[in-house]
């Protein structure tokens, strides 16, 4: 029967028993189809005076996904999951969960609203709502720390993180060690309770002993989770909605869950979350291949560069099971190579991470060679040498002569033209940018870049290949930094510009950390080196020629030897071994002397300035990435933006956040800025045509499709 026509619940009774099963492909999402088909066939079972006892579980691999997240926007949520819930709490008759596979979100909380539970013991359960900016709203936040005790719930709510059933043993009734003896041993249980007059467990019955949650395991735990809970909406209302837990009898527990749940649902928050939810997902989902599009197999991998960059790709493949081949032409760099990455593994296995076996089966997939012959039988290569054109074009010439045919050539560049790479071989169709960002084994992100001429299942064999290596995926075009290093330059260009007219590095530096991002663009730099901005700006001269004032604090600190953090002074001074940034004023007298001969006058700066003079010509930049196709939607910029820069997942993403404050804000600032900052403004404040397009037609960045 097709997935579309089928009923999403069907019962079959078995004896004096009602099998209930969910069949919602692909994931059991509890969408409205459910919902009723749940509410009918139990109370058909309830009526049913043949029935003793009614079981609950699914047809499809996971027992439920949760609740429909792409309902939420509709509205339509009646009849609602708490409704379903109550009837299964409140009948009359044992109501057994068989989770036969995962259960996450509501349809745990299905499971927590039945009489008994079952699975086996390596099911994977969780309340992941805060990950959507919201909290579990059908009684999760009620029913689990009775179930499983408030401090293991507390962190299972917060966390967000799925959880083996095995550690929850006072959550199930029944824990069954082969999933393959799952129906049997549940079906022997439920007879069981039959026999044993079917007795009606409620968890509405059990009072959590205020005792065993004493305020001070809450107030630890907000503590314990301040820091990587900073700026986000939810958590805090998850911790609320446990509390009450403990204070209040079911039903007003249950109110109180309501009330926070659509507090967090009408967020802002909740609204990026649960789109950056869809995002990623969608990432995957790329007009340039089908289902027909072949695909190449992948058993062998050759990096070139052993180096920070290449060792940290090297260990992706090997984490995969993938065999990889490094190439050095010099010995010692290999094995210092090598070396690197047996140190990264064994220290993971100190932290347990791995085991000692799991560090040698993967150093047992690297290998290494000192001659390009040694890439002959490659699959796929990865060039991650000096960022340096001539250099990439002598390397993709050399293994244009050495990999067979059919090995995918894979350029690491970050910002280079691939199409220039391409043309230095035969075989243009093969050519492709896999950009990993730093460090490669930790970053989640891949830019797979697609050349003019890169063939379509190479596209497909890549995108592939980066799930395979944990990685989140996004599909770019060619052009200078692609789409996350192009949308870095004006924002490094504006905050070095802010402190040439007055701002102090600490002020730019607290608006944007306060805004969300993980550390200020001044911090950003001296950590990752002043010196690598100021070569890419060599590189550059053309684009940045018209403009005398460009990063000139920046560039002084370069060529006044302040290139960071690695020397202990950059745009902050460092004391030896402390990562901490300590004000220079000598830096704002380097400012000040390079305004003067600019002509450039200083002034204080408010906060809204600087965020918006940060964040916006970024946002632009989008903008003219997506006019001109070098990303294919916008949810692919908010994905890159959040992997690989750490913008905040609570915003959604640089386009996702312009969406939800109105492209019109962003638009009038940008003329404001262009029109109020003299020339500086004209050069860089224009807004891009498809941002005044959408502005103008009152629409969103999402709302875009290219023609
Ligand atoms: N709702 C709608 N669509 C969903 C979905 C969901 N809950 N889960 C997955 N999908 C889609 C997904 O977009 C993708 O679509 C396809 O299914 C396969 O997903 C009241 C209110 C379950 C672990 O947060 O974590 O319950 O891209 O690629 O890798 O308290 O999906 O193919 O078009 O991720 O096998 C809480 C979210 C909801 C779990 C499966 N539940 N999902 O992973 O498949 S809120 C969640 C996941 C809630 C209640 C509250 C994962 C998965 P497409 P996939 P997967």
Not at 43 to 49: E, G, M, N, T, V
Not at 376 to 391: G, P, Q, S, T, W
Request: net charge negative; glycine share 8%; with cysteine.
């Amino acid at each position: 029967m097709e997935a579309e026509n089928q009923a999403a619940v069907v019962r079959q009774n078995q004896g004096e028993i009602a099998l209930i099963l969910m069949q919602n492909p692909p994931v059991n999402a509890l969408s409205k189809a459910v919902r009723v088909g749940l509410i009918e066939e139990i109370q058909a079972s309830l009526d049913d005076d043949s029935i003793k006892a009614i079981v609950i579980s699914s047809q499809q691999k996971l027992f439920s996904g949760g609740a429909d997240i792409s309902e939420f926007s509709s509205g339509n949520l009646e009849p609602n999951l708490p409704a379903v819930l109550d009837l299964i709490e409140n009948a009359q008759k044992p109501v057994i969960a068989v989770l036969n596979g995962p259960a996450f979100g509501g349809g745990l909380e299905v499971a927590l609203s039945c009489h008994y539970r079952i699975t086996f013991s390596d099911n994977k359960v969780g309340l992941p709502e805060v990950n959507l900016g919201i909290l579990p709203g059908a009684g999760g936040t009620q029913r689990l720390p009775r179930l499983a005790g408030v401090a293991t719930a507390l962190d299972m709510i917060v966390s967000g993180k799925p959880v083996s059933a095995k550690a929850l043993p006072t959550v199930f009734d029944l824990l069954v060690s082969d999933p393959l003896d799952l129906l049997n041993e549940a079906m022997g249980f439920v007879q069981q309770v039959i026999a044993d007059g079917a007795i009606v467990k409620r968890v509405k019955d059990i009072v959590i002993d205020p005792a065993s949650a004493p305020a001070e395991l809450f107030a630890q735990y907000r503590q314990g989770i301040a820091k990587q809970a900073r700026g986000f909406f939810s958590p805090e209302r998850c911790i609320q909605a446990v509390e009450a837990s403990v204070e209040l009898p079911l039903a007003e527990g249950l109110k109180k869950e309501g009330e926070l749940f659509m507090e967090c649902m009408r967020s802002p928050q909740a609204r990026a979350q649960q789109h950056f939810f869809f995002a990623e997902r969608a990432a995957s989902h790329v007009s340039d291949f089908d289902k027909t599009t072949p695909v190449r197999e992948v058993k062998k991998v050759g990096i070139i560069g052993a180096g920070t960059m290449g060792g940290g790709i090297a260990m992706n493949f090997a984490n995969a099971g993938i065999p990889v081949v490094m190439l050095e032409l010099k010995q010692e760099a290999l094995d210092k190579g090598l070396a690197v990455i047996r140190k990264n593994y064994t220290n993971s296995a100190k932290k347990g991470k791995l085991t000692e076996q799991d560090v040698e089966n993967r150093m047992a997939l690297l290998n290494g060679t000192t001659d390009y012959a040694g890439l002959a039988d490659v699959d796929l290569v990865i060039e991650a040498v000096f960022e340096k054109m001539e250099v990439k074009e002598q390397v993709f010439s050399k293994l244009d002569e050495v990999c067979k045919q059919g090995a995918i050539l894979a350029s690491n560049t970050s910002t280079l033209d691939l199409n220039q790479i391409a043309a230095a071989t035969s075989r243009p169709q093969d050519v492709i940018g896999l950009h990993f960002f730093s460090p490669a084994n930790v970053m989640k992100l891949l830019e797979v870049v697609k050349g003019d001429e890169t063939s379509a299942d190479v596209i497909k064999t890549c995108m592939q290949l980066a799930k395979k290596i944990r990685k989140v995926a996004v599909l770019v075009g060619v052009c200078f930094g692609f789409v996350g290093n192009r949308m870095i330059e004006p924002y490094g260009r504006e905050s070095n510009r802010l402190i040439l007219e007055g701002a102090t590095p600490e002020q730019v530096d607290k608006i944007i950390y306060d805004f969300g991002m993980p550390m200020g663009p001044n911090t950003m730099g001296d950590m990752a080196g002043l010196d690598i901005g100021y070569f890419v700006r060599q590189s550059r001269q053309e684009f940045i020629s018209h403009d005398p004032s460009y990063c000139v604090v920046g560039n002084r600190l370069v060529e006044d030897g302040r290139v960071g953090l690695k020397v202990g002074k950059g745009i902050y001074l460092y004391e030896s071994g402390s990562r901490k940034p300590i004000p220079d004023p000598s830096v704002l007298e380097i400012a000040k002397q390079e305004a003067e001969k600019l002509n450039v006058a200083q002034r204080d700066l408010s906060d809204e300035e600087i965020l918006e003079r940060c964040i916006f010509p970024l946002i632009n930049e989008g903008a003219y990435i997506l006019e001109e196709g070098i990303a294919a939607k916008s949810s692919d910029i908010d994905v890159i933006y959040v992997y690989g820069y750490g913008f905040p997942v609570y915003r959604g993403g640089p386009m996702q956040y312009a969406d939800e404050i109105g492209l019109d804000k962003v638009y009038n600032a940008m003329c404001q800025y262009r029109d109020s900052l003299g020339e500086y403004g004209k050069m860089w404040f224009e807004p891009a045509p498809l941002l005044k397009q959408l502005a103008e037609q009152g629409k969103k960045f999402a709302d875009y499709k290219p023609a």
